[in-house]
């Protein structure tokens, strides 16, 4: 088991930037970090992911606004969120994926709500 906490959200203008944190209670090292979020009435989507080696992915309405990174060390991985738009409103939910001779592995964290808005 993995336990996840966020935080760093809240109210931001557009175009303004916002850190998220995510601290899990273990470590990391094993696993796949990801940010997802989800708006009133639609679905979660993935927004970015990390893998240990540090590869990236980003959905593409963030791609050169947002970054995910890691710290191993500190079993933490961050979301930094520059240029914000409204359409980034949503809860922002981190979760850690491991694969392993049991299958895969997900856990998620309770979310915290970045809202975008003038």
């Known amino acids: 088991q993995v336990q996840l906490v966020e935080s760093g959200g809240g109210l931001v203008q557009p175009g303004g930037s916002l850190r998220l944190s995510c601290v899990a209670s273990?470590?990391?090292?094993?696993?796949?970090m990801g940010w997802h979020r989800q708006a009133p009435g639609k679905q979660r989507e993935l927004v970015a992911s990390?893998?240990?080696?540090?590869?990236?992915y980003y959905v593409d309405s963030v791609k050169g606004r947002f970054t995910i990174s890691r710290d191993n060390a500190k079993n933490t991985v961050y979301l930094q969120m520059n240029s914000l738009k409204p359409e980034d409103t949503a809860v922002y939910y981190c979760?850690?994926?491991?694969?392993?001779?049991?299958?895969?592995?997900?856990?998620w964290g309770q979310g915290t709500q970045v809202t975008v808005s003038s």
């Open positions: 979760s850690a994926v491991s694969y392993g001779l049991g299958g895969r592995n997900n856990f």
């Open positions: 273990r470590s990391i090292s094993n696993y796949i």
């Open positions: 990390i893998t240990n080696g540090g590869s990236t």
